[in-house]
């Protein structure tokens, strides 16, 4: 029962309509039923039809996504991390935990982990490369890449 | 980067659209309680100011690009500004930043498959001017990912369509 409802929309399932209505909202996520209707020559109900399918589906979601400046965030940085002495998924876990800890991937590649930091301003860089993330037993070292511009950085996917 | 003046209005209000970007004004007012004017005026205003953007998310699983890689780049120190621009304009790409450190420029992408994967990295990047060498890392396991934080730019409509 699980595996059919977990199933029951794959990417296929997603027809040229359901992408024509996603790309617009990517563009505008505020884009009105009646706009999308008809820029796509179809009617409101179909197109409020169909976003209902998706979000019930749990395929897609329209939201407010933000900008650092609007957080405060002033500080970026790309932060390398390697592991010794503890598993690199505890160690992952552990850093994730700081909210000021944008993402955690674990790597294969010259680092283990790779975290994407924001902060407030520079002031606090110090404190929160050594004394938090350095803090965090198995952290072993760090490369810091410290953001001075930021030319793009939008994704539009999420785990649902 | 400044922080921009932000009141308990407008974090609330960017609370609610974060949630859900598709709800209507009049409910938003009547949850806030003010009227549906302000929350019309304030969403405009965080839109000009480039604070706020309303966008589309796909689920991880359904959005055929999954993978996330790592592209760190060293490049002409001249050049950078527009090499950066230049690799924010290649769809696959979604992050770039140039950065004080080992390397100028960091770039992420999520792509299909290793052969598109392979098409960023020496078809497009290493083929730029400028760009001196670059070393790539794959993500095996993604621990945390915030998508909700972003740059917002006018480049934003190039991955569109």
Redesign the interface.
């Known amino acids: 029962m699980q595996i059919r409802s977990g199933r029951s929309?794959?990417?296929s399932s997603?027809d040229a309509l359901d992408n024509s209505i996603?790309?617009i909202?990517?563009?505008?996520?505020?884009t009105t039923n009646q706009d999308i209707a008809k820029q796509l020559s179809i009617t409101a109900a179909t197109v409020s039809a169909r976003?209902q399918k998706m979000e019930d589906a749990?395929?897609?979601?329209?939201?407010?996504?933000?900008?650092?400046?609007?957080?405060?965030?002033?500080v970026?940085i790309?932060v390398g991390v390697k592991v010794q002495a503890r598993s690199v998924?505890a160690v992952?876990?552990d850093?994730?935990k700081f909210p000021e800890?944008?993402?955690?991937?674990?790597?294969?590649?010259?680092?283990d982990i790779?975290l994407l930091v924001?902060l407030?301003d520079f002031s606090e860089v110090q404190q929160f490369l050594y004394d938090h993330i350095g803090s965090i037993a198995g952290v072993a070292q760090i490369?810091?890449?410290?953001?001075?511009?930021?030319?793009?950085?939008?994704?539009?996917?999420?785990?649902? | 980067m400044k922080r921009p003046d932000l009141d308990d209005l407008d974090r609330q209000l960017i609370a609610i659209l974060a949630q859900d970007a598709r709800v209507s004004n009049r409910k938003i007012a009547v949850d806030l309680g003010v009227n549906e004017g302000t929350v019309r005026g304030r969403i405009k205003r965080l839109q000009q100011d480039g604070l706020i953007a309303f966008t589309a998310l796909t689920g991880l699983k359904l959005d055929k690009a999954t993978n996330i890689a790592f592209i760190a780049i060293q490049a002409d120190v001249a050049q950078v500004r527009q090499i950066a621009r230049d690799i924010a304009h290649i769809p696959m790409v979604k992050s770039v930043m140039i950065t004080l450190g080992p390397f100028n420029i960091m770039a992420t992408c999520l792509y299909d498959d290793l052969d598109s994967f392979h098409g960023v990295t020496s078809g497009h990047i290493l083929a730029l001017t400028g760009v001196y060498h670059i070393e790539t890392s794959l993500a095996v396991r993604t621990v945390k990912f915030s998508n909700r934080v972003v740059r917002i730019t006018d480049t934003r409509t190039d991955g569109v369509g």
């Open positions: 929309l794959t990417p997603l996603i790309d909202l990517r563009t505008n996520g505020r976003l749990r395929a897609m979601r329209v939201v407010a996504v933000t900008d650092f400046a609007a957080l405060g965030y002033n970026i790309a998924q992952g876990h850093l994730a800890v944008l993402s955690v991937n674990i790597m294969n590649g010259r680092h790779e924001a407030h490369d810091a890449g410290i953001a001075v511009d930021i030319a793009k950085y939008e994704f539009n996917v999420a785990p649902l």
